[in-house]
C-alpha cells in the first residue's frame, strides 16, 4: 500500500512538472509564431507621475460655429517618477470640456497620474499633458489580496489555482488574441487555446488521476456541443459579427487578413463558458469519485443516477452565474438601449442583445450537455474491474 502511495506520488510530481514546462513551451511557441504589433499607430509613452502643485485654473468659452461649449485648463507641477525621465519635475496641463458627459475628476496636490508628451493644443511644439490617472498600484494591491485568500483557503491547491490562472491569462493575451491579430484561423486557435486551458488547469489543480480524466471528458463534449450549436444559430439567425462600435473597430485594424467577426463572437460563446462547464464537470467527477470509494457493491446504474442528482443540484447555481455574469458585463449598454427603444420587437431583434442571449443559452446548454456525458463517463470508469 506504502509502495503504491509512493509511486502514485512519484507520478503525480512528475506530470505536475511536465505540465508546467509544457504550457510555458506552449505559450512561448504560441507567441513567437504570432508576434505582431498591437498597436497600428504609434502613440508617445505614458509616465507615471505625482502632483507638486496645482498652479492655475482657467476657463473659456468656446464658440464652434455650431454650439457653443465651455473648456477648463488645469496648469500643474509634477514629478515623473518612472521611466528614462525618472525624477524629472515639469510643468504639465490637464484639459477639460463640457462635451463629455461626466467629467474627469480635477488634479489634486499629491495625486498620482499617467501623462504624455502631446501636441499642444494650440500647435506650438508638445507640451506634458493628463492622460489618467494611475490605478496600477491599486489595482495590484487587489490582485495580491485576491492570490492570498485564494492561498489562505486552499493552501496547496490554492497555490495551484494561481498558478493555472497565470497560464490561463497568459494564453489568451500571448497566443489566442496575437493568433487572430495574425489573420490565423479563429475557430482552430479558440479550439486550441480550449484544450490547453482544460488539460493544463485540470492537471495542475487535481493531478492525473481517473477523476481529472472524467471531468476533461466531460469538459471536451460540453464544450463540443456549444460550439456545434453556436455555429449553427449563428447562420440560422444572419448573424454579421457587428455588435456594437468596438466590433466595427476590429474591422478597421490594419491585420494580415481581414478579422472575422463571427467567428470572434464564436470564440467569445465557447471561451466565456468554458469554466462554468469545467466547475460543473469537476464537481461531478469529484463527487462520483469520493461515492465510488465509500461504495461496499459498486453500480453503474446507481452512479449514473447519483451523477444526474448532482447535476441537479449544479445545473441551476451554474446557470445563473452564468447569465447574471453576461447580464451584468453589459448592463450599461442594455439600459441604454431599453431607455431608447419603445419598440420590444425590435429590441429583441438587435444584434447586439441577440448575442448576448444566446451567449447566455448556448453557454448554459453547454453545461447541461457536460452533466449527462460527465455522469456516464465517470460511472464507467469507476466501475471498471481492476
Wanted: glycine share 6%; net charge negative.
Amino acid at each position: 500500500m506504502e509502495l503504491k502511495n509512493f509511486n502514485n506520488s512519484n507520478k503525480n510530481k512528475l506530470v505536475y512538472i511536465l505540465t508546467i514546462l509544457l504550457s510555458v513551451a506552449f505559450i512561448l511557441a504560441g507567441y513567437n509564431m504570432n508576434k505582431i504589433s498591437f498597436a497600428s499607430q504609434q502613440y508617445d509613452k505614458s509616465y507615471k507621475a505625482e502632483i507638486i502643485s496645482v498652479d492655475d485654473v482657467s476657463e473659456e468659452t468656446i464658440d464652434s460655429g455650431y454650439e457653443t461649449f465651455s473648456s477648463k485648463t488645469i496648469s500643474f507641477t509634477a514629478r515623473i517618477t518612472n521611466g528614462d525621465q525618472k525624477g524629472t519635475v515639469t510643468n504639465a496641463r490637464q484639459y477639460m470640456d463640457d462635451m463629455v458627459a461626466v467629467d474627469a475628476k480635477v488634479v489634486e496636490q499629491g495625486d498620482k497620474i499617467l501623462m504624455s508628451s502631446l501636441i499642444a493644443r494650440d500647435g506650438d511644439g508638445k507640451e506634458w499633458t493628463f492622460v489618467e490617472y494611475d490605478r496600477s498600484g491599486v489595482l495590484l494591491m487587489l490582485l495580491i489580496s485576491f492570490f492570498l485568500l485564494i492561498i489562505l483557503f486552499g493552501r496547496k491547491k490554492g497555490l495551484n489555482t494561481i498558478i493555472s490562472l497565470v497560464f490561463t491569462c497568459l494564453s489568451i493575451f500571448m497566443v489566442f488574441v496575437p493568433s487572430i491579430l495574425k489573420g490565423n484561423n479563429i475557430y482552430l486557435s479558440s479550439i486550441i487555446v480550449s484544450i490547453f486551458i482544460i488539460f493544463m488547469s485540470l492537471l495542475l489543480i487535481n493531478g492525473a488521476d481517473k477523476k481529472t480524466l472524467c471531468a476533461i471528458v466531460g469538459n471536451l463534449g460540453g464544450l463540443m456541443i456549444a460550439g456545434i450549436l453556436a455555429y449553427l444559430i449563428s447562420k440560422i439567425l444572419n448573424l454579421t459579427g457587428i455588435t456594437d462600435d468596438d466590433t466595427m473597430f476590429l474591422l478597421m485594424l490594419e491585420t494580415e487578413k481581414p478579422i472575422d467577426l463571427i467567428a470572434v463572437l464564436w470564440s467569445s460563446i465557447v471561451i466565456g463558458s468554458l469554466g462554468a462547464v469545467m466547475d460543473v464537470s469537476m464537481s461531478i467527477a469529484s463527487a462520483l469519485n469520493e461515492l465510488s470509494e465509500n461504495m461496499v457493491e459498486k453500480s453503474f446504474k446507481t452512479m449514473l443516477k447519483s451523477g444526474f442528482n448532482i447535476g441537479q443540484d449544479a445545473i441551476g447555481t451554474m446557470t445563473n452565474t452564468l447569465i447574471l455574469a453576461y447580464i451584468g458585463s453589459s448592463l450599461a449598454v442594455v439600459l441604454l438601449l431599453v431607455a431608447n427603444y419603445n419598440d420590444t420587437l425590435l429590441l429583441f431583434n438587435l444584434e447586439m442583445i441577440v448575442f448576448e442571449i444566446i451567449q447566455a443559452i448556448i453557454g448554459s446548454m453547454g453545461i447541461l450537455f457536460a452533466i449527462p456525458i460527465t455522469s456516464v463517463f465517470a460511472a464507467y470508469v469507476y466501475n471498471l474491474k481492476k
